[in-house]
């Protein structure tokens, strides 16, 4: 039992670094309440799912060529940047926005999660690193179907990290004056733009080396 809530605390720890995913799950909640941001997270989450799936495969070593890893620089730049631009450019409709109207939908929300921790390469290094690491020490001790219970259990921990950002982003909405809250999601959207700048800045250097 310590041994699986050890592996929570990984998936946990692997979330809480502030980073894009955090982020938009913070605006997110700010603009359509707890549904939205959550869903932010499941997206990121599947996302992670995929990725320590492709660690397991041994598929994984494809993202290391060069070609690849520029395509995924680029693409998570465009992700990033654009949802940051999409966030300031919907800053006035948080004042107007309730829990009936202008929310943006489910889908949506989940399609951002998934596409901003897929395109993020640093979400691929993440997972090469720490979860192929994982992998190869406990696939020395234990046998499949324990490899698979502490994989579920990384992923419980991640599950439990977006319920808790959900909760605390659609809480701000709640409490907070609109001021303050068009503030909060200005530094949100901003985040989102200088980390997709710093992956266009990677892919920059991979094309003129």
Do not use: C
Request: charged residues 10%; without cysteine.
């Amino acid at each position: 039992m310590s041994t699986i809530f050890g592996y929570i605390l990984l998936g946990l720890s692997l979330s809480a670094p502030i980073g894009p995913i955090n982020a938009a799950q913070l605006d997110r909640g700010i603009k359509s309440g707890f549904m939205n941001a959550w869903l932010v997270g499941v997206g990121a989450m599947v996302a992670d799912a995929l990725y320590m799936m492709m660690v397991y495969m041994g598929i994984v070593h494809f993202i290391e060529i060069p070609f690849m890893k520029t395509f995924l620089y680029l693409f998570g730049a465009f992700v990033l940047i654009y949802t940051g631009i999409e966030s300031l450019l919907s800053l006035d409709s948080i004042g107007e926005a309730s829990s009936e109207g202008k929310d943006e939908t489910k889908l949506k929300s989940f399609i951002s999660g998934f596409l901003m921790s897929l395109s993020n390469p640093m979400t691929i290094l993440f997972w090469l690193g720490i979860y192929g690491s994982v992998l190869a020490e406990t696939a020395a001790k234990y046998d499949s179907r324990q490899l698979l219970l502490y994989s579920g259990a990384i992923i419980f921990g991640i599950l439990l990290w977006d319920l808790t950002m959900a909760a605390v982003a659609s809480s701000f909405r709640k409490w907070m004056t609109s001021g303050l809250l068009k503030f909060i999601s200005m530094l949100s959207g901003l985040s989102l733009i200088g980390f997709g700048s710093y992956f266009g800045i990677q892919a920059f250097r991979l094309l003129f080396p």
